[in-house]
């Protein structure tokens, strides 16, 4: 099915947000308690809404099937988020255009490293990051599961 990938408008926020929940309570729900949901709990545009901030989506028809986000962490650092892929739509290159995004909008806004942290459920997710060249830098054990923490250098 064709698909776009932008950034999200207002009207997204449902869709978004729904995509989101689901995934963590069906595929992360024991792990669940690693991934604040403060950005889930306010307005996209308000948590995402900077100047060197963004939100993708990757919409089909009616449908967001895809979502990541960028935020300035600090200094030149970016913290990438929600990286998330409808479990229909996997395996179809969608995570790979919105890491590719990720990466244009920070090059643009002239940051110079991109942060990513996951878990070790998220194994599709960080051997997507590890191909684009982030490099795992920090692992930690909590409650059973390990946090990954990964970075991108970027020229």
């Known amino acids: 099915m064709e698909h776009v990938l932008r950034l999200f408008r207002d009207k997204d926020e449902a869709n978004i ?4 929940l689901t995934i963590l309570s069906k595929e992360y729900s024991f792990d669940r ?18 100047s060197r901030d963004a939100f993708f989506v ?19 650092d970016a913290i990438m988020r929600r990286l998330f892929v ?6 179809h290159g969608y995570g790979a255009e919105l ?31 590890l191909k684009k060249g982030f490099k795992e830098v920090e692992k ?4 059973g599961f390990k946090i990954h923490k990964l970075e991108l250098i970027l020229n």
């Open 17 to 20: 947000k729904s995509l989101i």
């Open 33 to 50: 308690s690693t991934y604040s949901d403060s950005d889930l709990n306010s307005k996209i545009s308000d948590t995402y809404g900077g």
């Open 58 to 76: 990757i919409e089909e028809g009616d449908s967001i099937v895809g979502t990541v986000g960028v935020k300035h962490e600090a200094g030149a």
């Open 86 to 91: 409808d479990v229909k739509r996997r395996r």
């Open 99 to 129: 890491l590719d995004a990720v990466i244009q909008f920070c090059k643009q806004k002239g940051y110079k490293r991109i942060l990513f942290r996951c878990t070790d459920r998220m194994a599709s997710a960080i051997a997507l990051c």
């Open 140 to 143: 930690l054990e909590v409650s």
